[in-house]
């Protein structure tokens, strides 16, 4: 992926890689802890991407980590990897990953889906569907890349105090203008699917197109 300057501290990220790279056997995503970084083309309706990160017209809008923060209650620590982690984010659903629950709230007028409770009604997903539909346009217009880091917490927290605008992260980002537009499209899409009976198909993991 060529950059003309980096724009994390310390962090020199792998080429962009599509949804069809990442759910193939073999994935090239590693299997170790690291950071990773999602960008689109173009930006989801609504969010503000001035001064965010563009390279060769994908627009930086979001890291993450694998895995997250080791508990401090003495809980087992997470043993996720990147691998498992990008998969979830490609082909599982919204209750798994933070980030398809997000682009589901900001995407489904113009997707035609929504925010369901499903099984014991604690748990929302984008059902059937819905996150097929949200399948094929991360398909279209998101890339993602990373970098295998050790405690990549630590990482994440440095990259998100840079001042480097990431309008879909919410925890630990300090751009409230940024925050508070994420978190009302996901608080309006629960309350809807709050008025709504639960339903059984929570939309399970998929294959790509």
């Known amino acids: 992926m060529a950059q003309t300057s980096d724009p994390f501290p310390r962090v020199a990220l792998s080429e962009t890689w599509s949804r069809e790279d990442l759910v193939a056997r073999p994935c090239p995503a590693p299997t ?8 689109f083309s173009p930006v989801p309706v609504g969010i503000d991407a001035s001064g965010c990160y563009i390279v060769d017209g994908w627009t930086l809008l979001y890291v993450g980590i694998s895995p997250k923060e080791p508990p401090t209650n003495g809980r087992a620590p997470s043993r996720s990897t990147l ?15 933070t980030l398809r629950k997000t682009l589901g709230c900001l995407l489904a007028d113009e997707l035609g889906i929504a925010l369901r409770r499903v099984g014991s009604g604690d748990r929302y997903t984008l059902t059937n569907p819905g996150e097929q539909r949200l399948d094929a346009w991360m398909a279209d217009h998101c890339r993602v890349a990373w ?9 994440e927290r440095e ?3 840079s001042g ?25 899409a629960m309350r809807s699917a709050d008025a709504l009976p639960v339903i059984g198909d929570s939309g399970g993991p998929r294959r790509a197109r």
């Open 147 to 155: 970098r295998p880091v050790a405690d990549p917490w630590r990482l």
């Open 32 to 39: 170790v802890a690291g950071v990773y970084a999602w960008f």
């Open 83 to 97: 691998r498992q982690r990008l998969r979830t984010h490609f082909a599982g659903n919204a209750a798994g990953s």
């Open 164 to 188: 480097l605008p990431l309008p879909l992260n919410i925890r630990d980002n300090p751009c409230l203008a940024h925050t508070s537009v994420v978190q009302a499209a996901r608080a309006s």
């Open 159 to 161: 990259i998100l105090a």
